[in-house]
């Protein structure tokens, strides 16, 4: 999909910069990720991310690509952007959705 609109994302660490991606896959994967990110309690962990949205991604879409590589760069794109939160102190790494 050579002629797929681009994204380019945020990343919150510092130093670091964003990546340019499809922006149907980020769109995709960012409604995937707000879809198992929950709002309250312990969140979610990190490593059980990838199993838990790769029923929710369009096949056809992420066919070839690599799931795991996309969910992190969508990830970091929506803690940059305030969408979701790494829970404090979780270690796993745990995610909160904000709002």
């Keep these: ?7 380019m994302t945020l990343n919150p660490n510092p130093g ?8 149907s ?16 309690g ?8 990838k199993q838990l949205v790769g029923p929710k991604l369009p096949k056809a879409e992420f066919e070839g690509a690599s799931i795991a590589w996309y969910l992190t760069v969508v990830k ?14 979780a270690k796993p790494q745990r995610l909160l959705r904000k709002g």
């Design 1 to 7: 999909m050579s002629g797929d609109e681009k994204i």
């Design 16 to 23: 670091a910069g964003g990546t340019r991606i499809s922006l």
């Design 25 to 40: 896959k980020y769109t995709a994967m960012r409604k995937a990720l707000l879809q198992v990110v929950p709002k309250s």
């Design 42 to 49: 312990d969140g979610v962990a990190y490593r059980d991310l």
């Design 76 to 89: 970091l794109d929506l803690e940059a952007r305030g969408e979701i939160q790494r829970v404090a102190g």
